[in-house]
Nanobody
Framework: VQLQASGGGLVQAGGSLTLSCAASRSISGFKVMGWYRQAPGKQRELVARITAGGTPDYANSMKGRFSISRDIVKNTVYLQMHSLEPEDTAVYSC?????????WGQGTQVTVSS
């Protein structure tokens, strides 16, 4: 499966961005889809994920600011990000767990200026 992430960019602190992750096949069979991020010099961390049943889960620091959703028809998962902070600057990558393994898309850069 191929995952195509898009929507990153430069935004001022307090602003919003919406990331999209389009899959090359139906996402209804994916056990979990999610977004991870990696800032320079830091380890990759979970941002948010959504199960096949549609249940979302967020990292604590993202709760209340980020929202993950999916469109089964468009085979796309979205990440709405609000109240962005400079600390949110990172490469955001899309992930899917399917057939017993992780699948990764290329990252999209999010830069939040102060």
């Amino acid at each position: 499966v191929q995952l195509q992430a898009s929507g990153g960019g430069l935004v001022q602190a307090g602003g919003s961005l919406t990331l999209s992750c389009a899959a090359s096949r139906s996402i209804s069979g994916f056990k979990v889809m999610g977004w991870y991020r990696q800032a320079p010099g830091k380890q990759r961390e979970l941002v948010a994920r959504i199960t096949a049943g549609g249940t979302p889960d967020y990292a604590n620091s993202m709760k209340g600011r980020f929202s993950i959703s999916r469109d089964i028809v468009k085979n796309t998962v979205y990440l709405q990000m609000h109240s962005l902070e400079p600390e949110d600057t990172a490469v955001y990558s899309c992930n899917a767990f399917w057939w017993g393994r992780d699948w990764w898309g290329q990252g999209t850069q999010v830069t939040v200026s102060s």
